[in-house]
């Protein structure tokens, strides 16, 4: 945590008597490398310690030149003897010279995963974790290492896999483990080799850690979430690439996700030193790769926002005076009033900005500004209504007369026939783009003071007008949905109450309420817009449905008016599938219908028990209470139930 002293300085603002004690010594010290083709080459010269360390020399002629006649330098010699050394995690010593090869400048080949596996495990550096920012990727790793022939278990460490594997299984069906792939897996597993994704089952995640931790598994194949809160160190861990898919493009991994992933490398009391290795790969810069090991910037940032049932809890144990003092000092609050100096700097510098672009985008023929806006505007609405397709018929209808609307007022404008028209929004562009960045810097700012406690107060207001909290000033109280609302939790927190109150699911069937509740907490990986509606569940489920997403129009409208975020538009697209399973369909059939891998949907209907379990109780009506206790048994069976152990 690179920013320590400022949470210090929170606690003891809240606190009082904190003092902050950094450490930077590494409990088992981190030796960094790259992978040239099967050479092991040291990142830095110098070992004594990575703060003062430089760069590899013999890495940076090879970036320059290419591997042309490149000789080995010693410390790549004494990782290739390290084969024969049989050391328990210790640094590869040096052992004899082999012949000298040349690579191309712009060729230098890469070895393919089972090669580097099995350079590892000669150089005595196994366990490893390979990282690879995709489950696909994962998942092929693993079976390129199968197909390889490699096997990294002895006969004794085969048997206590298969032991231990089966009797964390024994509760499923062998149909649902055939669906799963189980008996590849376990024949991987047996190979001493797995992946380690969200798309796993958790249980088989769990199984997973359990056998590396234990010292059964010797190569795992993860994606980043490994490296969150598990406790899986390895002796070395493996970066095949510098930069991952961040769902929009392929950006750099930054300094902090650098340590975090190499982090588990070095097993305390085991190893005595851990080792992180980066294959090569074209247009490599050591130089980078050397800076993210050379920084520790991992900041602390709070995310904290008050919610609506968070607004109820503390209004009713607190008041309203009491619980603005509580969230104005929060750490939220604290970096929030520390971040003004910088934030006041920026708008000073876009001011004059601004300036320039308005001289730029002046017309002869009429005020552009008030004439780009009215661009801005239509062009903001056209692109919401393409992208929007999901919401309600009115309020696309009402979208296209405001759309009409705008488009007769730009037609009619003077500075729509000026010759230069396209010139001047060429710099209005920029003006606006500018200014509405200027402009939410410059809220952020008038705001500094009590900006969570601002939150709050139109949280409240919101709550006020739908008639869960009445009053007014430190006199608020919660009516009877307020109480409701306490014991509802989630990202949809005020659509999930106010559906109830308004009776929008009364008269579901188990399966179509599993339906609705899976709709209210799934969070698709891609834009799932163009469901067809034929696929939702038929019967009363799409008219409930309809008239939730109408609902969320609404409460959206409303949150927007307050200064709210709001949330995002509840999605349909698992909804099908978990109609299925709750209506007792086979596991492979659901997956299918899904599109999903196991694990993925096992999260899901995790969650949609979690809400399926509140409706069951704070439901007004008592027969939907009665329905939400069904369809959770209904979706807690097989491999959800096994997963929920």
Not at 342 to 363: D, Q
Not at 558 to 584: F, I, K, V, Y
Request: aromatic share 6%.
């Amino acid at each position: 945590v690179s920013n320590a002293e400022e949470f210090g300085d929170w606690l003891d603002t809240v606190r009082g008597g904190t003092e902050v004690i950094v450490s930077e010594t590494r409990p088992v010290p981190l030796e960094q490398h790259v992978l040239v083709r099967d050479d092991l080459l040291p990142l830095f010269d110098d070992r004594a310690g990575i703060a003062t360390a430089q760069v590899n020399q013999e890495l940076l002629r090879i970036r320059s030149f290419g591997g042309a006649n490149y000789e080995r330098n010693r410390d790549a010699q004494q990782y290739r003897s390290a084969r024969h050394a049989g050391a328990q995690g210790r640094r590869p010593q040096r052992g004899g010279k082999r012949p000298v090869r040349s690579a191309n400048v712009r060729r230098i080949e890469r070895l393919d995963r089972p090669q580097v596996v099995d350079l590892l495990d000669r150089a005595n550096l196994l366990p490893a974790i390979f990282f690879i920012f995709s489950r696909v990727g994962c998942d092929s790793a693993v079976q390129q290492v199968r197909r390889s022939g490699l096997r990294l278990t002895t006969a004794e460490e085969r048997r206590e896999i298969r032991a231990i594997v089966e009797d964390r299984v024994r509760t499923l069906r062998d149909e649902d483990l055939a669906v799963l792939g189980y008996w590849d897996w376990l024949d991987n597993l047996e190979r001493g080799v797995a992946a380690h994704h969200a798309g796993l089952l958790p249980a088989f995640k769990e199984i997973v850690e359990e056998l590396f931790q234990q010292r059964l598994l010797k190569v795992v194949f993860a994606t980043e979430t490994l490296a969150l809160g598990i406790n899986m160190p390895a002796r070395t861990v493996v970066l095949e690439r510098m930069e991952k898919f961040n769902g929009e493009a392929r950006v750099a991994i930054t300094s902090g996700e650098y340590t975090q992933l190499t982090g588990r490398a070095g097993r305390r009391g085991i190893d005595v030193e851990g080792h992180a290795v980066v294959q090569w790969t074209e247009g490599m810069d050591p130089q980078a790769v050397a800076a993210l090991a050379s920084r520790r910037t991992y900041p602390l940032n709070s995310s904290f926002r008050p919610t609506y049932n968070m607004a109820v809890n503390l209004l009713d144990r607190f008041g309203r005076n009491h619980s603005r003092e509580v969230l104005e000092s929060s750490f939220a609050q604290f970096q929030a009033d520390r971040a003004v100096v910088g934030l006041a700097r920026t708008v000073r510098e876009a001011e004059a900005s601004l300036e320039g672009y308005l001289g730029s985008m002046t017309c002869d023929r009429g005020d552009f500004t008030e004439y780009s806006g009215i661009r801005r505007e239509l062009s903001d609405l056209e692109k919401r209504n393409r992208t929007d397709q999901q919401a309600p018929r009115a309020v696309r209808e009402k979208r296209l007369r405001q759309i009409e609307s705008l488009r007769r007022a730009m037609q009619r404008h003077a500075c729509h026939r000026c010759p230069d028209r396209e010139q001047h929004a060429r710099w209005a562009e920029r003006y606006w783009k500018l200014k509405r960045e200027t402009d939410r810097t410059r809220r952020q700012i008038e705001n500094r003071t009590g900006t969570v406690a601002r939150v709050f107060d139109r949280v409240l207001d919101v709550l006020t007008e739908v008639g869960y909290v009445q009053g007014s000033g430190d006199a608020l109280t919660l009516t009877d949905a307020g109480r409701t609302m306490q014991r509802i939790y989630g990202e949809r927190d005020l659509l999930v109450a106010e559906s109830l109150r308004r009776g929008l699911w009364d008269g579901l069937d188990a399966p179509s309420l599993a339906a609705m509740a899976c709709a209210l907490v799934y969070e698709p990986r891609r834009d799932d817009g163009s469901i067809d509606p034929r696929d939702l569940p038929r019967g009363r489920f799409r008219i409930a449905w309809e008239r939730t997403q109408e609902l969320w129009a609404e409460l959206d409208d409303l949150e927007h008016d307050n200064r709210l975020p709001g949330s995002d538009r509840p999605s349909a697209g698992l909804a099908g599938a978990m109609h299925a399973w709750a209506r007792g369909s086979a596991l492979d059939a659901v997956l299918e219908d899904a599109d999903m891998a196991a694990g993925d949907f096992v999260r899901w209907a995790k969650q949609t028990i979690d809400l399926l379990d509140q409706l069951s109780i704070v439901a007004p009506n008592a027969e939907t209470a009665r329905t939400a206790r069904t369809a959770l048994d209904g979706v807690r069976r097989g491999i959800v139930a096994y997963s929920s152990m």
